[in-house]
């Protein structure tokens, strides 16, 4: 039995079998830890042990700092508070629920400094979706937003095993800041073992049950030491800002561990929406933005009403990086977006470029500490221009809780990521789909990706999303929904002049069949175009026409 600081063996209970791990490398010096570590020591603590307690840390709305020192001190009283009033013991399940706030912040550190392992939930989330997470995760302790407490309370009786919830964003003598208060600054953190559970992080976006990914207390720091170090190359004079929620892994990283790791500041926002980000960008000055291509789109089409002047580094991921979004927001900034792949299961960012290596089209190659290959269907890696299944290796990986889908993450040692990519002859990784998002059409296989980049390049074209609609005589045709920008007029004419657009753009038989105008396209919480629904829509339309005939 190795070293454990869980009492609470839930977690350790739940991992995988072993032989299902996927290999983990530890090869870069930076990543060499010892087998004790508490992430939140190792942030906090050792960021004032460097002498960086009076620098600001967090930042927010009206002026809102805290500095390492006030963060620390917070997020020391919050654990007390779980240990002491709140019965927490190490290795315990605490459900997470805010907007970004610096409260949120200070509860995730507080958590991790208990020896707790922290659930974070987006805030969209609805009584069902909290239910399936605090039951799979077995949470016992919740700290949520009063504001966003109403769903949860609705879960509260199909979750037997939350005994205690607290609140924080509230006056109330029992919420968590007046708790907090009345404790000392002072705490000892747990002394977790460097494989100790740091925090499950459900999956988004798709169908079926979320899945847990489960991440040690090593890995949240291994990620700061590898995309960071190589590729973002982030100062301690930065502020970091953007919009993904902390409950997202991406955000987790980008919006907090990252700019603590090096000393930075953190603009944390409620409401970034794209809309909401440029005005707090120019408002604080702040200097790197972490978001998703959607959100860079949107600003650069409204950018000359905005000052983006302070920025100097943006980081997109989610979802692939259409070219003419990557060109949009160059010629509204000057800024080469550094585009990366990242997933729950990996944590963070695995495939990436810096600003000089920018390739239009492509997501980068594999950031030092991992390896990527695209793999045929026996798991053989594919030669050059072949379009196969994306497959990785570094210091994080996949270990879901308690889960039959570990086996299809994770194959040979390799994570599986679902997606569909090749290899240029250059070595740049170029993204073609996820693996169900390939359309089949008369025999082709079409990445709906690259049609929905042709048509972004189009002047018309707002936002899109294309997939495989059933047809009686193809079989499957390629369908585009589209959003055109104000001013243009949707019909035959627009259909017509889209189509051959993209015919223009990429081979000529991957154009859109059918055209359909929408107001809106369906997005996941984190920005991500579940083509799934238009999927689903497209298959219902079919079955609809095929009764109405009969
Ligand atoms: C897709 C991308 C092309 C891809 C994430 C950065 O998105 C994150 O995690 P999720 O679990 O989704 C993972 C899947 O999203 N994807 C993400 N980034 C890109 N596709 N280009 C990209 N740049 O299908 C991947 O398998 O929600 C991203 C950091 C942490 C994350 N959790």
Same mark, same amino acid.
């Given at each position: 039995m190795t070293y454990t600081a869980h009492i609470d063996t839930f977690a350790r209970d739940n991992l995988p079998p072993r032989a299902q791990w996927p290999n983990f490398l530890f090869e870069l010096p930076e990543l060499q830890y010892p087998e004790r570590m508490n992430c939140a020591t190792e942030l906090l603590d050792r960021a004032l042990e460097r002498g960086w307690g009076e620098r600001r840390a967090i930042l927010a709305p009206n002026g809102f700092v805290w500095t390492y020192r006030q963060l620390r001190d917070e997020a020391n009283r919050i654990a007390r508070v779980l240990v002491e009033d709140l019965g927490l013991v190490a290795g315990n399940r605490v459900l997470l629920r805010g907007p970004n706030s610096p409260m949120m912040?200070?509860?995730?550190?507080?958590?991790?400094?208990?020896?707790?392992?922290?659930?974070?939930?987006?805030?969209?989330?609805?009584?069902?979706?909290?239910?399936?997470?605090?039951?799979?995760?077995?949470?016992?302790?919740?700290?949520?937003?009063?504001?966003?407490?109403?769903e949860l309370a609705k879960a509260r009786p199909g979750c037997p095993s939350l005994k205690t919830v607290a609140l924080f964003q509230t006056d109330a003598a029992d919420g968590i800041e007046a708790l907090a208060a009345r404790k000392s600054a002072e705490f000892t953190d747990v002394p977790t073992a460097a494989e100790d559970t740091a925090l499950i992080a459900f999956t988004s976006g798709t169908t079926g049950e979320p899945k847990g990914t489960m991440h040690f207390h090593r890995d949240v720091v291994a990620v700061c030491d590898c995309f960071p170090k190589s590729t973002l190359r982030a100062l301690p004079d930065d502020l970091f800002t953007g919009s993904p929620p902390l409950a997202f892994t991406f955000g987790l990283g980008g919006l907090l561990l990252f700019p603590l790791r090096i000393g930075a500041a953190t603009l944390l926002l409620e409401k970034a929406s794209p809309d909401a980000l440029p005005a707090a960008i120019a408002q604080h000055r702040a200097t790197v933005l972490f978001t998703a291509p959607t959100s860079y789109r949107a600003m650069a089409l409204q950018a000359s009403r905005a000052d983006f002047a302070s920025l100097r580094k943006c980081v997109s991921a989610g979802e692939a990086l259409p070219a003419a979004t990557r060109a949009l927001w160059r010629e509204a900034t000057g800024i080469e977006i550094i585009d990366g792949i990242g997933s729950t299961e990996m944590l963070h960012i695995f495939i990436s470029h810096d600003e000089a290596g920018a390739k239009p089209g492509a997501t980068g190659k594999p950031i030092p500490g991992y390896r990527a290959c695209v793999m045929d269907d026996e798991g053989r890696p594919l030669p050059p221009g072949q379009v196969g299944k994306l497959a990785v290796m570094g210091p994080t990986g996949c270990r879901y809780l308690a889960d039959p889908r570990q086996t299809n993450y994770v194959r040979d040692g390799w994570n599986y990521t679902g997606d569909a990519y090749l290899v240029d002859e250059h070595g740049y990784f170029v993204y073609q789909a996820r693996t169900d998002d390939m359309i089949v059409s008369a025999g082709y296989n079409i990445a709906g990706p690259e049609v929905e980049a042709a048509l972004l390049a189009h002047p018309a074209v *707002?936002?899109?999303?294309? $997939?495989? #609609?059933?047809?009686?005589?193809?079989?499957?045709?390629?369908?585009?929904?589209? !959003?055109?920008?104000?001013?243009?007029?949707?019909?035959?004419?627009?259909?017509? *002049?889209?189509?051959?657009? $993209?015919? #223009?753009?990429?081979?000529?038989?991957?154009?859109?069949?059918?055209?359909?105008? !929408?107001?809106?396209?369906?997005?996941?919480?984190?920005?991500?175009?579940?083509?799934?629904?238009?999927?689903?829509?497209?298959?219902?339309?079919?079955?609809?026409?095929?009764?109405?005939?009969?």
């Amino acid at each position: 039995m190795t070293y454990t600081a869980h009492i609470d063996t839930f977690a350790r209970d739940n991992l995988p079998p072993r032989a299902q791990w996927p290999n983990f490398l530890f090869e870069l010096p930076e990543l060499q830890y010892p087998e004790r570590m508490n992430c939140a020591t190792e942030l906090l603590d050792r960021a004032l042990e460097r002498g960086w307690g009076e620098r600001r840390a967090i930042l927010a709305p009206n002026g809102f700092v805290w500095t390492y020192r006030q963060l620390r001190d917070e997020a020391n009283r919050i654990a007390r508070v779980l240990v002491e009033d709140l019965g927490l013991v190490a290795g315990n399940r605490v459900l997470l629920r805010g907007p970004n706030s610096p409260m949120m912040a200070a509860c995730w550190f507080a958590v991790m400094k208990a020896g707790g392992i922290a659930v974070g939930t987006m805030p969209l989330l609805r009584a069902a979706e909290l239910t399936k997470i605090v039951t799979k995760a077995n949470v016992s302790h919740a700290l949520c937003d009063a504001r966003l407490v109403d769903e949860l309370a609705k879960a509260r009786p199909g979750c037997p095993s939350l005994k205690t919830v607290a609140l924080f964003q509230t006056d109330a003598a029992d919420g968590i800041e007046a708790l907090a208060a009345r404790k000392s600054a002072e705490f000892t953190d747990v002394p977790t073992a460097a494989e100790d559970t740091a925090l499950i992080a459900f999956t988004s976006g798709t169908t079926g049950e979320p899945k847990g990914t489960m991440h040690f207390h090593r890995d949240v720091v291994a990620v700061c030491d590898c995309f960071p170090k190589s590729t973002l190359r982030a100062l301690p004079d930065d502020l970091f800002t953007g919009s993904p929620p902390l409950a997202f892994t991406f955000g987790l990283g980008g919006l907090l561990l990252f700019p603590l790791r090096i000393g930075a500041a953190t603009l944390l926002l409620e409401k970034a929406s794209p809309d909401a980000l440029p005005a707090a960008i120019a408002q604080h000055r702040a200097t790197v933005l972490f978001t998703a291509p959607t959100s860079y789109r949107a600003m650069a089409l409204q950018a000359s009403r905005a000052d983006f002047a302070s920025l100097r580094k943006c980081v997109s991921a989610g979802e692939a990086l259409p070219a003419a979004t990557r060109a949009l927001w160059r010629e509204a900034t000057g800024i080469e977006i550094i585009d990366g792949i990242g997933s729950t299961e990996m944590l963070h960012i695995f495939i990436s470029h810096d600003e000089a290596g920018a390739k239009p089209g492509a997501t980068g190659k594999p950031i030092p500490g991992y390896r990527a290959c695209v793999m045929d269907d026996e798991g053989r890696p594919l030669p050059p221009g072949q379009v196969g299944k994306l497959a990785v290796m570094g210091p994080t990986g996949c270990r879901y809780l308690a889960d039959p889908r570990q086996t299809n993450y994770v194959r040979d040692g390799w994570n599986y990521t679902g997606d569909a990519y090749l290899v240029d002859e250059h070595g740049y990784f170029v993204y073609q789909a996820r693996t169900d998002d390939m359309i089949v059409s008369a025999g082709y296989n079409i990445a709906g990706p690259e049609v929905e980049a042709a048509l972004l390049a189009h002047p018309a074209v *707002a936002e899109c999303g294309v $997939v495989a #609609s059933p047809d009686e005589e193809r079989g499957t045709i390629v369908k585009a929904f589209v !959003v055109l920008k104000p001013g243009n007029e949707p019909g035959d004419a627009l259909v017509k *002049a889209l189509q051959e657009h $993209v015919k #223009s753009q990429i081979a000529p038989y991957k154009y859109p069949r059918a055209i359909e105008f !929408v107001s809106g396209l369906p997005r996941t919480e984190t920005g991500k175009l579940q083509r799934f629904q238009l999927r689903q829509l497209e298959l219902q339309r079919a079955h609809q026409r095929a009764s109405g005939a009969a």
